[in-house]
């Protein structure tokens, strides 16, 4: 499979790395007289602690990765996080993480041949997906706190393409993907708010984006939405049933995704 570009479907191009320190930033302006303990529903299990920890702690991996210019799966997960002892260091701890990612950025040619868990093999891979996990998470945040999320339509796009283009390569840490397989059946994601159609195709032997049907024919269930709501609902922060989700077509192919495509 070569890697899928959401510009082929008329997307705006996003830029990851400034990206990723725009949304930490809100991230981070949204702990702001945050109580550490607040439960974060989208993330069950979770505080808000654990939230921020996380995702500087994923911004710092994904640098030592950039810097490493690793060209196979690492052995070790020991990296130097420096996690305050307090949560009033928190916020800025998470903000200088972004600083970090920059930095590693800055240093590594986002051509570079790089391994990645996912289908791009090179350092422009961990840009995108450490935005994507920027993202979510900040949006995990606001829910926590009941600040109204909001995703730039850009974003939303290639975070929908970037999902879906890499969702196959998940099973060593989302083993119910491999529950998505068929008789040659399709799914369609298609936006309602402009340009955006991702057309997903169970096999017997997996599943996978197929970009050239994405634009062309019916589908044998269809999901729409705007893009934002549509990124939501794939990485399980809107729930199915939603209004603002329409579908059609069956249902029984529809529940087998959602069953199984959690990330």
């Known amino acids: 499979m070569m890697p ?7 997307a705006t191009p996003v830029d990851h790395r400034a990206a990723i320190a725009a949304e930490t930033a809100r991230f981070v302006a949204a702990l702001e007289n945050a109580d550490p303990a607040t439960e974060v529903p989208s993330c069950p ?47 800025d701890w998470l903000a200088e993480s972004a600083t970090v990612a920059a930095e590693a950025f800055a240093a590594t040619d986002p051509d570079l041949p790089m391994w990645a868990w ?5 350092a422009r891979f961990w840009a995108r997906r ?22 730039d339509r850009p974003s939303a796009v290639d975070g929908i393409d970037e999902f879906l283009v890499n969702l196959p390569f998940a099973a060593s840490f989302a083993p119910k993907v491999a529950n998505l397989r068929g008789p040659d059946r399709t799914i369609r994601f298609r936006a309602t708010d402009g340009d955006g159609d991702w057309l997903v195709r169970l096999r017997p032997d997996g599943f996978g984006l197929d970009a ?15 893009a934002a709501d549509l990124l939501l609902l794939v990485y399980g922060r809107l729930p199915h049933e939603a209004e603002a989700i329409t579908y059609d077509g069956d249902e029984g192919l529809l529940t087998l995704w959602f069953d199984n495509s959690a990330f």
């Open 130 to 151: 450490m935005l994507f996990e920027t993202l979510m998470h900040r949006i995990d945040a606001e829910l926590a706190l009941d600040l109204p999320p909001a995703i």
């Open 45 to 91: 299990g979770w505080t808000l602690a654990d939230l921020v920890r996380h995702t500087g702690s994923v911004q710092r991996w994904f640098s030592a990765l950039l810097h490493a210019r690793v060209q196979e799966p690492p052995r070790s997960r020991d990296v130097d996080l420096r996690l305050p002892d307090r949560w009033d260091g928190c916020a």
């Open 4 to 10: 899928s570009d959401s510009r082929e479907r008329g």
């Open 118 to 122: 996912g289908v791009d093999q090179h």
């Open 212 to 226: 050239s049907g994405a634009a062309a024919g019916s589908a044998d269930a269809t999901v729409r939405g705007t």
